[in-house]
């Protein structure tokens, strides 16, 4: 295995993953300020999260099962995230999953699947959070990286799982099982509006559990 893998945290489940995340940037943060105020900014984070589901009992449990309810009603596994859907169906009149699917049914080895969700030049304040999703082909089955320029971790998971639909999307469409969600954030917060209910969410969490070594 690369070296540079070693550097990837591994959870089982999306709730273990949001667990860690949180504390990764409540014990590691510093002061910030992000477009919509004053932030705690944790560092950079790389991870693989190998479960994903709307029913995670840690988040029934600690997150929002009002917006879990009415997420997990509103999105079949196949749907995509509501405000990235045009940047991948329709970016430029380009169906971005088409092309990465019909990309990787032709090389199966190539590491140029990549699929951007930015527009050069665009304003400032239209740049969505998740810039880029990667996808490639390793021991049959479909790994999909998605990279945040920035998240505000509190809900994360709310992103994380109408992705994991559309690694799955795209799977069984070249015939594959789906691999682990790799995730990366360059810049993971949260707002210092949500301090006290992250605080409260940690003291409610066990005690967290050591990802798995690459």
């Known amino acids: 295995m690369a070296t540079a893998d070693r550097a990837v945290r591994r959870w089982e489940t999306c709730g273990l993953a949001w667990a860690a995340l949180l504390r990764h940037v409540w014990t590691a943060g510093e002061a910030g300020l992000e477009d919509r105020g ?13 479960s994903l589901s709307w029913e995670d009992p ?6 929002d099962r009002a917006r879990l309810a009415r997420w997990s009603r509103e999105r079949t596994r196949r749907e995509r995230p509501g405000e990235y859907g045009v940047r991948l169906r329709d ?6 999953l088409r092309w990465v699917a019909d990309l990787l049914r032709a090389r199966p ?5 990549w ?3 930015t527009v050069p030049g665009e304003a400032a304040d239209t740049v969505p959070c998740l810039a880029a999703l990667s996808f490639r082909i390793r021991g049959y089955r479909l790994i999909m990286t998605a990279m945040f320029r ?5 809900r994360a ?3 994380y799982i109408p992705l994991r639909g559309v690694q799955m999307e795209v799977a069984e469409g070249l015939g594959l099982s789906a691999g682990p969600l790799r995730v990366f954030v360059d810049v993971p917060h949260v707002e210092v509006a949500d301090a006290d209910r992250v605080a409260a ?3 409610a969490l066990p005690e967290p559990e050591e990802p798995n070594a690459a």
Do not use: C, K, M
């Open 109 to 113: 080895w190539t590491t140029s699947a």
């Open 201 to 203: 969410v940690l003291a």
């Open 157 to 159: 998971y709310l992103s």
């Open 58 to 63: 840690l988040l029934q449990r600690y997150g």
């Open 38 to 50: 004053p932030i705690i900014e944790g560092p950079p984070i790389l991870f693989e999260i190998s």
């Open 150 to 154: 920035s998240q505000n971790v509190y």
């Open 91 to 96: 970016l430029h009149g380009v169906d971005q």
């Open 115 to 117: 699929i951007s969700l």
